[in-house]
């Protein structure tokens, strides 16, 4: 229950300083690899473009390293605090819920080195950063708000072979965050509607704001200028796949759709490129090695490259130099692969899941597959590969799609949705204020 004594700093707008959880991967983390993905990008952009909005942003990541600096300033205006909680190495995302109270008790140790109401609103990424926030929120007076970016309910919906399911507690613990948000922010109406259906969120405190793509890294360069600074061939099929190496991003639907596509057109062989960029990550750690040996058991070990992961310049002459791009995952609250490849000019063969149907402008930017069945994947692959003209209408079409999303937009909403959630807690204490007159 809301009660008087909350201090009256929720009522001024909100300006200041934003205190962002990432609690579970830090936005200094190479993208591609272990636990660290779209958030990562995510989190880094948008810190910095509220920042350009005079917005001070602390990014509070746990440690995972005793040679980490407390405190890295990334770009002026965004500081990432690194946070002691548990070992810092070895512990797996699922082991982490056990160093939740140190990581809150820290956080909230920070702000009491300042003076009070020193943070205007805590935005929490994931739901282990969710639980955070949703403590700190009653302990500061500040609006919470609360960015999903996967759900266990929706992923668990959607299992890969070979994956395994979310637990209990995860559910359940998402379940509270949601409870406990002054705003939800979804990527796409799709996530928002998933928030409101299977986690019962108030539609009133649920915003769309589609993430952005950096268009001054991610851009059309030429694919032949790409393919010689990375040394592929002028002449090649380049089938791409970026992204983690784990069961929901299904990089074996690719290789799997590539043996089929030469068993059709065995002549396709002595030109094809398959890259994939990325590492292991999640249940793909338990077996790091499973993708390396089902190309070999498929028989097409000679056209499968392993990259892996490159910084975000290279990921885009990568991009580039594609012929398309393959993103065929069991689940995605956006997929912002398949908006960066757009953005090079590159066209997306995307399975027709979740976000990626709003990533990807099917029949305009890209393809999107239903299901994950290999032969699917194969025939469109195959009429990308094939057809001149089709390539050329997707690539321009990735283009202009890919305009439509730029950091800037999403930073300009996102603050929006700060102004909402000051509103939201604004008459929580109010209706609070009416109950303890009463």
Not at 109 to 126: I, P
Not at 293 to 309: N, Q
Not at 397 to 405: D, I, K, R, S, Y
């Amino acid at each position: 229950m809301v009660t008087a004594a909350r201090r009256p700093g929720i009522l001024r707008p909100v300006h200041g300083r934003i205190a962002m959880i990432s609690l579970h991967t830090s936005p200094l983390d190479q993208p591609g690899t272990g636990d660290a993905g779209g958030m990562n990008v995510y989190v880094s952009e948008l810190s910095k473009r509220l920042a350009q909005d005079n917005l001070e942003v602390e990014i509070f990541t746990r440690a995972t390293s005793s040679e980490l600096p407390p405190v890295v300033e990334t770009s002026p205006g965004v500081r990432v605090r690194h946070v002691h909680a548990g070992p810092f190495e070895g512990l797996s995302k699922a082991e982490l819920p056990g160093q939740l109270c140190v990581f809150a008790r820290e956080v909230l140790r920070a702000e009491a080195a300042h003076t009070q109401g020193w943070y205007d609103l805590v935005h929490a990424h994931y739901w282990l950063s969710g639980q955070v926030g949703a403590l700190v929120r009653d302990r500061w007076s500040v609006p919470f708000v609360h960015s999903m970016h996967t759900m266990a309910k929706v992923k668990n919906e959607a299992l890969a072979e070979g994956d395994t399911p979310e637990p209990m507690a995860r559910l359940i613990g998402e379940e509270q965050v949601v409870e406990a948000a002054d705003m939800l922010i979804a990527s796409t109406d799709i996530e928002a509607r998933q928030l409101i259906d299977r986690y019962d969120a108030d539609p009133a405190r649920v915003e769309v704001v589609p993430p952005g793509v950096d268009l001054s890294v991610f851009k059309p360069v030429g694919q032949q200028v790409a393919r010689a600074r990375l040394g592929l061939p002028a002449d090649a099929h380049v089938l791409l796949f970026a992204g983690r190496i784990q069961p929901l991003k299904a990089p074996d639907v690719l290789l799997r759709a590539v043996a089929a596509l030469v068993t059709r057109d065995p002549s396709l062989r002595s030109r094809l490129v398959v890259p994939v960029v990325g590492g292991p990550s999640g249940t793909g750690l338990e077996h790091p090695e499973s993708l390396a040996v089902l190309a070999a058991s498929l028989g097409i070990e000679d056209v499968v490259r392993f990259v892996p992961p490159v910084r975000q310049e290279v990921l885009a002459d990568w991009y580039a130099a594609a012929t398309l791009v393959c993103v065929p995952s069991y689940n995605e609250s956006f997929g912002l692969v398949a908006v960066e490849a757009q953005a090079a000019g590159t066209p997306v063969v995307a399975a027709a899941v979740g976000g990626l149907t709003t990533a990807v402008r099917d029949g305009v930017s890209g393809l999107l597959v239903e299901g994950h069945d290999p032969d699917a994947y194969a025939q469109v692959l195959e009429s990308v590969v094939s057809q001149p003209q089709l390539r050329a209408r997707l690539a321009a079409g990735a283009l202009e799609h890919a305009a439509t999303f730029d950091w800037e937009h999403t930073a300009e909403r996102t603050v929006a949705a700060y102004r909402h959630a000051s509103s939201a807690m604004r008459q929580e204490l109010t209706a609070g204020l009416v109950q303890v007159g009463r």
